[in-house]
């Protein structure tokens, strides 16, 4: 072997070593920013939308604006937020539980300060009482909202339906579409779609308990019921995907009146256990990467 050969060999050899032995550090993984929209309470003053965010990955949240904004009727409720096309969006209930509601409504802003309602869906289902919670969906390609609606004034009983926009300013509203299988008396119901399994996490008004239901069919069909989450107590899921994949749900904690708590999974399906966030006030809300 001539003795460049020999010095190229050498230093392959060398190089070989290394790649089995040196690993580079890797940039850290930025925290997730996130932001939470939520109201406050049952008094005027508290049923308005607030925004928090957390620059930690969600567990802690520091008010970044209060928005004085309580839509048309003065009163603004389970806000649930939505970054579409540059513009934020946040739909919302606009009575109290204790005042009948027939439709819910959507409000925009471009800088999470100045909002102004756009549109007001009817629920469009026969004697129907109250429009509870309206939460955006984005998993199909489309913008929809599921809102529980109530069609008996007496016992509350509640059902999801589906409302698909028919324009990107999200001003024209089909539906209602029942999300059939899910059974009766359920609210907060809040859908993410992974693979080809659409997940909902919904609150049985009978039982008091966060239910898990998932279908393979399609959003408004073949709902099966995985089994319950948590404690009784909790109402108001929703959920958020991290930047490291894994999700984070949040429950209000209602019955005690505590705030709001966290779990994570990085599947769906396996959940930690609950445990409380620093988010000053917050109730029912939704939280998005910012």
């Known amino acids: 072997m001539r003795p460049r050969s020999r010095l190229v060999g050498a230093l392959a050899t060398v190089l070989a070593v290394l790649a089995g032995v040196l690993v580079l550090p890797q940039p850290a993984s930025a925290a997730t920013t996130l932001i939470y929209a939520t109201f406050k309470g049952d008094s005027a003053a508290d049923e308005e939308l607030w925004i928090y965010q957390s620059t930690n990955g969600g567990t802690s949240y520091s008010t970044l604006v209060d928005t004085n904004f309580h839509g048309p009727t003065g009163v603004l409720r389970d806000p649930s937020i939505l970054k579409y096309n540059g513009v934020y969006y946040a739909a919302y209930t606009v009575q109290s539980w204790t005042t009948n509601s027939t439709y819910f409504n959507i409000a925009s802003s471009t800088n999470l300060t100045s909002w102004t309602n756009i549109a007001s869906i009817p629920a469009g289902v026969t004697n129907a009482n109250y429009s509870w919670a309206p939460e955006f969906y984005t998993g199909d390609g489309t913008v929809k909202l599921i809102t529980s609606v109530a069609t008996s004034s007496a016992s ?54 966060i239910e898990h239901w998932t279908t393979t069919a399609n959003l408004t069909e073949g709902w099966v019921n995985q089994g319950t989450l948590f ?60």
């Open 231 to 290: 404690a009784s107590g909790y109402e108001g899921p929703s959920l958020v995907k991290l930047d490291d994949g894994s999700w984070r749900m949040y429950v209000d904690h209602y019955s005690v009146g505590d705030g709001i708590y966290t779990a994570t999974s990085t599947d769906l399906n396996t959940w930690t256990s609950l445990s409380p966030i620093t988010c000053s006030g917050c109730r029912h809300g939704t939280a998005i990467a910012k």
């Open 156 to 209: 509350y009983i509640f059902r999801p339906y589906v409302y698909t926009a028919q324009n990107s300013s999200l001003t024209s509203w089909s539906g209602p579409a029942q999300m059939w299988g899910l059974g009766t008396n359920h609210i907060d119901t809040f859908v993410v779609k992974s693979g080809s399994t659409w997940h909902a996490f919904t609150k049985n008004e009978t039982t008091k308990y």
